[in-house]
């Protein structure tokens, strides 16, 4: 009998290692825990609430300007860039509820200044599919994000320049863009296009814009899914940029699924002038070069090669990167 009991532990004892053993597989490699608070949330009709510095926890709306940036929890810092994130949560029931309890939701804001970074797009040769890990190493970027949507085959969506060349063609009359001019990077509708002088040495068609001078598009809260299906909560990925030419995104972290307008919302109340969606969802990926080492997000799986379209990988062919500037040269007088 003491033996059957000793067999019994000792299976019960593999049973469990094996599931922590899948369960960290599952973190690793498909972001379980953070799709878990998603899931939970998805069908949630509640407001995004942020907690603020005095614990409270409110909604974007109801947080003021200077509400909004005490909230914020300093991740990293350096000169002409810096990380931080806000903690959020949606109410959803028991199940989101208890999700969120565990596992936590952020959401991440990243700023940087053109002054001190190169802004560019970055790619491989005929777009092969790659990832953001891949980029900032290979690219040696301090940060690079998922640019704008791709086909069923894996083409990019829309216009791409690179180094003064376009290299694909546009998509439709898609409204949003990234694009440099004169070295300097601009995040928002397309008419900006038109009203910045020079050519275009770096860019990419994104969609959808959604802020001009401050003022947020009426579609954004009137018509959500007229265009684009902005009414879904879903990992969300923003940039913008300030008067200053400050470069801004709002980024979902783990957990940290919002609507069209939450992160429209959010950049408005961090002084952002201009904004346009990059691409989002499942495919969303982005890392962050810091002090300790790169940072890596991704929504879903980048790495395991499923066939199956619900366990695919997610890899994008276009992606918008920032190198620190090479410090100037200063001769001394002979």
């Not at 350096?78 to 936590?104: C, H, I």
């Not at 002088?197 to 001009?212: A, N, R, T």
Request: proline letters at 5%.
């Amino acid at each position: 009998m003491a033996g059957k009991r000793g067999c019994l532990k000792t299976l019960l004892l593999l049973a469990v290692l094996s599931l922590l053993l899948v369960w960290l597989v599952a973190e690793v490699f498909f972001n379980v825990n953070s799709n878990l608070v998603a899931l939970s949330v998805r069908n949630s009709t509640q407001p995004l609430q942020i907690l603020s510095k005095r614990g409270e926890w409110k909604s974007a709306n109801a947080l003021t300007t200077a509400d909004l940036a005490a909230a914020m929890i300093k991740r990293h810092d350096e000169p002409g860039m810096s990380w931080n994130t806000l903690k959020v949560r949606r109410t959803g029931g028991s199940f989101a509820d208890m999700a969120q309890r565990v596992f936590g939701a952020e959401v991440h804001v990243v700023t940087l200044a053109p002054d001190r970074f190169d802004f560019m797009t970055t790619f491989l040769p005929k777009f092969a599919l790659t990832t953001a890990r891949e980029r900032i190493g290979e690219e040696n970027l301090w940060f690079a994000i998922t640019a704008n949507f791709r086909d069923p085959k894996g083409r990019p969506m829309g216009w791409v320049y690179h180094e003064g060349k376009q290299v694909n063609s546009p998509f439709g009359d898609w409204s949003g863009c990234f694009f440099v001019k004169d070295g300097r990077p601009w995040f928002g509708p397309k008419s900006l296009l038109n009203e910045v002088p020079g050519l275009i040495q770096e860019g990419s068609q994104v969609y959808p814009s959604v802020m001009k001078n401050h003022t947020t598009f009426s579609y954004v809260e009137m018509k959500p899914d007229e265009f684009f299906d902005g009414s879904k909560i879903s990992y969300r990925a923003l940039g913008g940029m300030r008067k200053d030419g400050t470069i801004v995104f709002v980024l979902s972290g783990d957990g940290g699924v919002m609507n069209v307008s939450e992160v429209t919302e959010i950049a408005r109340k961090l002084d952002v002038q201009h904004a346009t969606l990059l691409d989002g969802g499942r495919a969303l990926q982005y890392s962050i070069r810091t002090d300790d080492g790169p940072w890596h997000f991704h929504a879903f799986n980048t790495e395991l090669p499923f066939q199956h379209k619900w366990l695919e990988r997610q890899r994008s062919p276009v992606y918008i990167g920032a190198r620190r500037k090479a410090p100037l040269i200063v001769t001394g007088t002979p």
